[in-house]
């Protein structure tokens, strides 16, 4: 066990810092507000990185306070995506953001969804290694309409190649026909799939942490938190305690 912890702290040491930076982040908002939240932005608010549909979406700027709204704490000029038009065949349309993770790690992707009644209630998520081929990690289900979801992605780079250090990283969100369906399902289990449905992005953010070689006072520092989780790990195993199973917030949909 200590071995494992050993080797666990070599790799967290050299792999990145404890915190974590925002690369790229979205709010739609104005750069300069001007009240009127059917203005708005396509370039990050932080960071740098480029936004876009595809596949015959259309896309317009609505306000991002509706129907309790996204994370989002601008109050006044508060903007969201509204994005429609998702009937296109064959990855049903949906938006592709770029962003280079060039000496980060462990990237993570958040954003919020605002899901109407009639849009497609599978959401797809990839993300692309080389800025061109895009590689499904899985997908959310909104199965509930007028309503704000809020995702989180962390994308380990052991599972997940290609995602750290990646000047062409990408990430793809598109609407999703569920296997075993042969049409789109409605996010309102009451509703039908229309392409008039519509999805509203806000607070789309890329993060990482730097990955980094440890310094001399990173050094000294490393080897204190050694003996003291060393220490952490004798008395657990004296007084029988397992390690908890991490949480993952994130879990696949259709295949
Ligand atoms: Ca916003
Ligand atoms: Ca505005």
Request: net charge neutral; glycine share 12%.
């Amino acid at each position: 066990m200590i071995k494992q912890v050993l080797a666990a702290m070599a790799i967290s040491a050299f792999a990145g810092s404890s915190y974590a930076d925002i690369l790229a982040q979205w709010t739609f908002n104005s750069p300069t507000p001007d009240a009127n939240t059917s203005t708005g932005s396509l370039i990050p608010s932080i960071g740098a990185g480029t936004l876009g549909p595809f596949n015959g979406v259309t896309n317009t700027f609505s306000d991002g306070r509706i129907n309790g709204g996204s994370s989002d704490p601008g109050t006044t000029d508060n903007s969201s995506l509204f994005t429609t038009n998702y009937a296109s065949w064959p990855f049903g349309g949906g938006i592709i953001f770029r962003a280079s993770t060039a000496g980060y790690t462990n990237i993570t992707i958040s954003y919020d969804i605002h899901h109407s009644p009639t849009s497609s209630r599978y959401e797809a998520v990839r993300y692309s290694p080389d800025g061109i081929n895009m590689l499904r990690i899985g997908a959310w289900i909104g199965d509930s309409g007028d309503t704000w979801f809020h995702r989180e992605i962390n994308l380990d780079p052991f599972f997940w190649s290609g995602s750290a250090n990646n000047s062409s990283f990408a990430i793809m969100i598109h609407a999703e026909i569920p296997s075993g369906s042969q049409s789109f399902l409605a996010s309102d289990p009451a509703s039908t799939f229309s392409s008039t449905g519509s999805w509203a992005f806000d607070m789309i953010t890329i993060s990482g942490t730097p990955t980094l070689v440890p310094e001399g006072g990173t050094f000294a520092m490393f080897t204190a938190g050694l003996a003291a989780c060393i220490g952490t790990v004798l008395r657990r195993k004296r007084l029988g305690l397992r390690s908890r199973t991490p949480f993952r917030s994130y879990s696949g949909g259709a295949a």
